[in-house]
Every structure is written in structure tokens, then in C-alpha cells.
């Protein structure tokens, strides 16, 4: 099986090259390889590679960048998804692809369903949702995860952050009331390797493609997201200048940013769970993982 895997140099990329390798060709690129923002240099390469199998974890993932520069976000995240699927219609082929908890407006008061209404508060958001209904309606052989809050030992994330941070000042303030899940790279890789294998073992007129919330268990806020993250170095005798008590809580309003983020970015996993016969460990696992590898 050729498999052709995105944005290589990403966290879930990185992860991804790993979890995928036993199980076909792997053909990894990067923005240097091909610029996802550019369909006919994607249509080209597809039709180059003739893949059976196409893997997409890159994204224009610069949240509030994004505000000003929808285009940009918009090229990578909705029209490239979509190229990819026709592509793959005419091989074959099937797609998976990883969306964003930003799809939602976070004034739920329980976890997404699937089923939800969608209303993205930014440009980010707009572009994620655009690129899973751009691949929906390229090909059925689709499956769409979206994940929330990702975290890796590879590239740069909030822990990384919050590390560099709680090494360098005796106070921190981050947000408290944005709640969801810490969701680790090497986890989503992981998952994505087992859906793979399912993939190949089944007969594709039968296997449950679709659109799937997939993040690690439980939930948090941000702010004792960092005090987890700080207490962890301390543990593991990483010099630090403050404690977890000094990491202090803010309001969403304290902290303004370009882009408005979900206040709830907590997923239901249910039919996900289900569907594939898996459990999701908790957020803390993961991410306590995740630090032993920085650390």
C-alpha cells in the first residue's frame, strides 16, 4: 500500500511516519516538498505517487495569524482536503484527515457530538470546517477526526510554553475558562495507525468511513493544564521559578487575542469509541508521556 502522509514536521506528522511505517510505503512530505496552498502541485503529486491510502495532518494552523490571512487558511485547510478527495475518487483511494474542536462556537454546556450544529468564531475555525465538507463531498471513502488541544515531543505546543516559561518568571496568568483536552500526538498516531489496519482488513463497501470525535479522556482548563505541566518538571528535577500556586487564573476577557476560541472544546468520543472498539486513555497519560520525552 502506498500511503502519502502530509505535513511530515508537524507534531502528529512526526508521530505519524512512525505509526504508519509497518504498514505500507510511506511517502512523507513537508510544505518543501509540496505547498499544500498551491491544487495543481497537489494534483500533480497525488497523480505522481498514485497512493492508496492519503493521510492529511498538515494545517495553516496559526489560529490568530489566520484572522488576517484567511486566504492562506483557507488554501491549506478547505481547498487542499477537498483536492485531496477528488484525487483520491478517481484512484480508489481513501482519505483520512484531522479537523479541530474550532468548529464549534463553545456555548454548549456538555461535550460535541458529531451531530452538532458548527459555528466556527474565527477564520481558523471557518477554514477547518470548510475542508471537511470540501472532502465529504469529493469522496464517501473519507474519515474525518477532529481532536482538540494536540501536544507532542516534536515541534513547538502550550507545554513547550509553559516549560520555557516557568523557567524564566515567578508568576504566571493563563485562561481557566476554556475547558477541554489535552490530546497527544503520538496518541492520535497511534489511533490512526489502528484505523489503518482496520481499514485493510475489511472490505471497503463496509467499513464505517465518516466524521469522528477522537481526543484522550477527561478534560481541564488551561490553567491547571500549566500547573500539570509545571508540576510535572518539578517532579522530575527540571529547575523551575515557580510552583503550580503561582500559576494563576485569568478570563478568556484578561487575555484578548486576534481570534476568539471555543470557551468548550470538550468532544464526545462515544461513537468513535464504539465504532472502532477502542479505549481513549486519559488526557494525563499522554501528556505526562509527552513531558518525560522533553524533559
Not at 174 to 200: E, F, I, K, M, Y
Not at 225 to 245: C, D, E, K, Q
Request: aromatic residues 6%.
Amino acid at each position: 500500500m502506498n500511503i502519502l502522509l502530509t505535513g511530515k514536521n508537524g507534531q502528529v506528522g512526526f508521530e505519524l511516519q512512525r505509526s504508519l511505517a509497518p504498514l505500507g510505503n510511506v511517502i512523507a512530505i513537508d510544505s518543501g516538498d509540496c505547498d499544500l496552498a498551491d491544487a495543481k502541485s497537489l494534483r500533480a503529486l497525488i497523480q505522481r505517487v498514485q497512493p492508496q491510502l492519503i493521510v492529511n495532518p498538515a494545517a495553516y494552523t496559526a489560529v490568530d495569524r489566520a484572522e488576517a490571512d484567511a486566504a492562506q487558511a483557507m488554501a491549506v485547510n478547505a481547498i487542499a482536503p477537498g483536492v485531496m478527495g477528488e484525487e483520491a475518487s478517481r484512484l480508489g483511494a481513501t482519505v483520512i484527515h484531522f479537523s479541530t474542536d474550532y468548529v464549534f462556537d463553545g456555548r454548549k454546556s456538555t461535550p460535541y457530538v458529531e451531530s452538532d450544529a458548527t459555528e466556527p468564531l474565527s477564520a481558523y475555525g471557518r477554514s477547518k470546517l470548510e475542508g471537511e465538507s470540501a472532502l465529504a463531498r469529493a469522496t464517501p471513502r473519507h474519515l474525518i477526526l477532529r481532536t482538540s488541544w494536540v501536544v507532542g515531543a516534536h515541534g513547538n505546543n502550550f507545554a513547550k510554553t509553559m516549560l520555557r516559561l516557568g523557567a524564566e518568571r515567578e508568576q504566571l496568568s493563563v485562561v481557566n475558562d476554556q475547558h477541554g483536552a489535552p490530546t497527544s500526538a503520538a496518541l492520535v498516531a497511534d489511533v490512526t495507525a489502528h484505523l489503518v489496519r482496520q481499514l485493510q482488513a475489511t472490505d471497503a463497501a463496509t467499513f464505517p468511513y465518516g466524521l469522528y470525535h477522537m481526543t484522550a479522556s477527561g478534560e481541564t482548563n488551561w490553567c491547571d493544564y500549566a500547573r500539570f505541566v509545571i508540576g510535572y518538571a518539578l517532579r522530575s528535577g527540571r529547575a523551575m521559578r515557580l510552583t503550580p500556586n503561582e500559576v494563576l487564573p485569568i478570563s478568556s476577557a484578561q487575555y484578548p487575542t486576534a481570534a476568539q476560541r471555543p470557551q468548550n472544546s470538550r468532544l464526545d468520543t462515544s461513537l468513535f469509541r464504539s465504532t472502532f472498539g477502542l479505549q481513549l486513555p486519559p488526557w494525563q497519560q499522554g501528556l505526562g508521556h509527552i513531558l518525560q520525552q522533553i524533559l
